[in-house]
């Protein structure tokens, strides 16, 4: 049975593996293996962090009711104070607990779906039900530019929309760091706000690339080395191969969700925190 498995995972053609494929149409929608593993990804943060929030909420007065039941839930805890404390109160400072639950939510998004990606879901399958049309069930939805697009556009909206809720029409004095007077100024200070709109779709744009191109890469390498099976001997050197790179895998999925929330986190600050912000905390924190 396993060299069944590694026989479908490893195809012909790798890119088979990372490429979308259709599965069924939904109000004259095609949805393909990657929008139904973002839906997944989607509902299982909403379930995990139902049963995290169930088993983190105090059931009395006394100390032992402050703690968290269950090691489920407590990992999740730790992860997401873990981003709260070092990611994004450096960065947001006051604004942190406002603005947390978004960070939050693009974090564990991208994380259950890179993790979701791992498993061969399609394969299992196809060999449990025997039909090859489960093959292409599962996936990555990450590896797909445009739910990584998406999720980028999403960010950008949340950048100026934070912005512009923070710090009024002030927030767009950021796009024009040099005045347009006197006359003479005028050309240089306009070339720079475009060079500064620019810069921020940029930003965004290389959020979603890094994304995908990463998570895509990996799973092209995974599905080369698996195409490389052509006996016992080769294959067991291969299975070791595998579960080393899956190891390096899974350190990718974690350090891509950190990756695409650190940077977003870092963008909403730019234009939302005052200079005097931080400043001020830190002054607070040495008294």
């Known amino acids: 049975m396993m060299s069944n498995v590694f026989l479908m995972l490893g195809a012909k053609d790798p890119t088979s593996h990372v490429v979308p494929h259709h599965l069924f149409e939904a109000?004259?929608?095609?949805?393909?293996?990657?929008?139904?593993m973002g839906l997944v990804a989607a509902v299982l943060v909403f379930l995990v962090f139902s049963h995290v929030g169930g088993r983190s909420t105090p059931r009395?007065?006394?100390a032992e009711s402050y703690v968290t039941k269950g090691r489920l839930a407590q990992l999740f805890e730790v992860l997401a104070e873990f981003i709260r404390e070092n990611v994004v109160r450096p960065n947001l400072g006051s604004l942190t607990d406002k603005y947390i639950y978004y960070i939050w939510s693009v974090f564990f998004f991208i994380l259950f779906a890179n993790v979701l990606g791992m498993i061969p879901f399609g394969a299992l399958f196809a060999?449990?039900?025997?039909d090859d049309s489960w093959a292409h069930w599962g996936g990555t939805a990450t590896s797909n530019l445009a739910i990584t697009g998406a999720m980028a556009t999403i960010s950008l909206c949340a950048i100026v929309g934070i912005g512009v809720h923070e710090q009024g029409l002030k927030y767009f004095a950021h796009f024009a760091p040099v005045p347009f007077t006197p006359v003479a100024m005028a050309p240089l200070a306009l070339f720079l706000v475009v060079l500064e709109v620019m810069?921020?779709?940029?930003k965004c744009?290389?959020?979603?690339v890094r994304l995908f191109g990463?998570?895509?890469a990996g799973h092209l390498v995974v599905a080369a080395v698996l195409a490389l099976i052509t006996g016992w001997a080769v294959g067991g050197l291969v299975v070791v191969s595998l579960t080393l790179l899956n190891l390096l895998e899974l350190f990718v999925a974690f350090l891509q969700a950190f990756i695409f929330t650190f940077l977003t986190t870092l963008f909403i600050a730019a234009g939302a925190v005052h200079h005097d912000d931080h400043g001020h905390e830190g002054a607070t924190a040495a008294h």
Request: zero cysteines; a negative charge.
């Open 27 to 36: 109000f004259g929608v095609s949805i393909t293996n990657h929008h139904l």
């Open 60 to 62: 009395g007065t006394d």
């Open 127 to 130: 060999l449990v039900f025997q």
């Open 199 to 202: 810069g921020l779709l940029i």
């Open 205 to 208: 744009t290389v959020l979603a």
């Open 214 to 216: 990463t998570m895509m």
